[in-house]
């Protein structure tokens, strides 16, 4: 681990700390301390205090993924490192590690101190499924500060989370190890392969930042080490470390465990193919923190591949909103609105997608020239006449394009809204509809005072299909009636048909 990270994670002007979901609950937790401390009774590494919460099986794995004397990769009085892991009884322990001192034995260096905190795996969800914000309000609280006093028995703890990742350091991190390494972890990690990663880099950060990159649920099953010296008895599903590679690529022999070296190759391996994997690697690559934390740290019910990648295709096709033309935006609205309902957070990922491209195409429709709204009008009012879901959600963009229409085009907007009404009658129009069909008859009340008799002549047949009845269709018949006059009054000769 880089001794001069802070997982505690400053703010930075190159990334905001993130706001975590459901701040204001407090969990609680129960908690260990695994040092060593001469006593009367004992002496060396063991678990010296632990709250009353903590079962037998509990305390045993503690005890075994708990680094002891020269635990850490680097040996200054500033080192620390941070581990966690799933517990047989189903919950989770996330652990912080420092140094607390000099070693008391006569084999010197520095006293290993870890606190373990044991949660609930659904209570990691308060923290975004982020076990280093577990670490970053145990450190807040004070209980990174050593403790070589304890009582035996230890108080539960409450956490909340408060503080989250700085994001700029996880890019700077990113970008030392570089982006094709990153990506090659993240693969790693979806596939289910043990991972060694070592390097001159910030154990902490890397991990974080490939954590961010995987589902909430996910998280919460990974065991893993950041700034650990390696022990194969521990089992992390993922080591981050500095050390020398020869020596560990010869533990690792017989075993199936990668070791992934960024220095000896910075370009890093082919990612994996994966809508998931690619969107992950392009909010890296665009330092897009918050969006990604707002993927991926959701209560995903099923992470299998097929899911994941699914919403990751959801993801990209958002992100290529922007560069489609009005046709694109149709289509995109066409496949994915008024779709059946999906577990989540692939219904929600749908919704919002949804929601973005019908904000994008209205934003061009409702000040496109009158031929663009011609043109698009039959796709728009065929995707709103689908369903009772497309219609209220299109309505504004119905309701705003037959209005542009009315400012540019009166006679263009007399003929659209007879066409839609010939399908749909009044009934599903909606208060947005409703009010751009009246204001569209005052319009024309007001236009044909002025028209010539072409003009009129061209506003005759879309008056004739709209409905007989209601008080729609008595503000039509009394509109019949103003033309039906004005052509009276008008010569037919020699005059110039309005557009």
């Known amino acids: 681990m880089d001794p001069g990270s802070d997982v505690t994670g400053p703010s930075s002007a190159a990334g905001t700390p993130a706001k975590q979901p459901g701040v204001s609950k407090a969990v609680r937790c129960d908690q260990a301390i695994f040092t060593s401390v001469g006593s009367a009774i004992a002496s060396g590494y063991r678990l010296v205090a632990a709250s009353r919460g903590l079962k037998t099986e509990e305390k045993q794995q503690i005890i075994k993924c708990s680094p002891s004397h020269d635990g850490l990769c680097d040996t200054s009085p500033e080192a620390v490192g941070v581990s966690c892991y799933p517990l047989a009884t189903g919950r989770l322990a996330v652990a912080y590690t420092c140094c607390a001192g000099l070693e008391q034995s006569a084999r010197g260096g520095q006293r290993i101190y870890t606190r373990a905190v044991v949660l609930a795996e659904e209570d990691l969800g308060t923290f975004a499924y982020n076990p280093f914000d577990v670490v970053r309000s145990l450190i807040a609280g004070g ?19 408060t503080i989250g990742p700085d994001y700029g350091t996880l890019s700077d991190c990113v970008g030392t190890v570089g982006i094709g390494w990153t990506r090659c972890v993240l693969d790693h990690l979806l596939a289910g392969r043990p991972t060694v990663i070592v390097g001159d880099f910030g154990a902490a950060e890397l991990i974080e930042a490939v954590l961010l ?21 521990r089992g992390f599903g993922l080591s981050a470390l500095a050390g020398d590679p020869v020596r560990l690529r010869q533990s690792l022999r017989g075993h199936e465990i990668d070791l992934l070296e960024p220095a000896a190759d910075q370009a890093g391996p ?12 392009h909010r890296w690559e665009q330092g897009r923190w918050s969006d990604l934390v707002g993927v991926t740290s959701r209560r995903y019910g099923d ?9 990751g295709e959801l993801c ?15 289509g995109t609205l066409n496949k994915y609105a008024g779709t059946a309902p999906q577990e989540e957070p692939a219904g929600e990922l749908t919704a919002t997608l949804v929601s973005d491209a019908l904000r994008e195409l209205t934003d061009r429709l409702c000040t496109a020239p009158i031929d663009d709204l011609t043109r698009y009008w039959g796709a728009v009012t065929d995707l709103w006449k689908r369903s009772a879901a497309t219609s209220v959600r299109l309505s504004p963009l119905v309701a705003g394009m037959l209005k542009r229409m009315t400012r540019l085009s009166p006679i263009a907007a007399a003929k659209a809204a007879s066409r839609l009404l010939a399908s749909v009658g009044v009934g599903r129009n909606g208060t947005a509809v409703r009010q751009a069909l009246d204001d569209l008859l005052d319009h024309l009340g007001e236009w044909l005072h002025d028209q010539p008799i072409d003009g009129l002549r061209m506003l005759e047949a879309p008056l004739r299909h709209w409905p007989p009845s209601g008080a729609l269709g008595d503000r039509v018949r009394q509109l019949e009636q103003q033309l039906a006059a004005r052509v009276a009054d008008q010569p037919a000769a020699g005059v110039e048909a309005a557009s």
């Open 143 to 161: 209980g990174g500060t050593p403790d070589l006093k304890p009582p035996t028995e230890l108080p539960a703890l409450e956490l909340s989370a």
């Open 270 to 281: 082919a990612p994996a193919d994966g809508a998931w994997g690619r969107m992950v690697q």
């Open 213 to 233: 990159g995987l589902p909430g649920p996910l998280r919460a099953r990974l065991s893993f080490a950041a700034g650990l010296r390696y022990s194969l008895a």
């Open 303 to 311: 992470c299998s591949a097929a899911t994941l990648d699914r919403c």
């Open 316 to 330: 990209a096709r958002r992100d290529e909103l922007s560069d489609l033309d009005c046709d694109g935006l149709i």
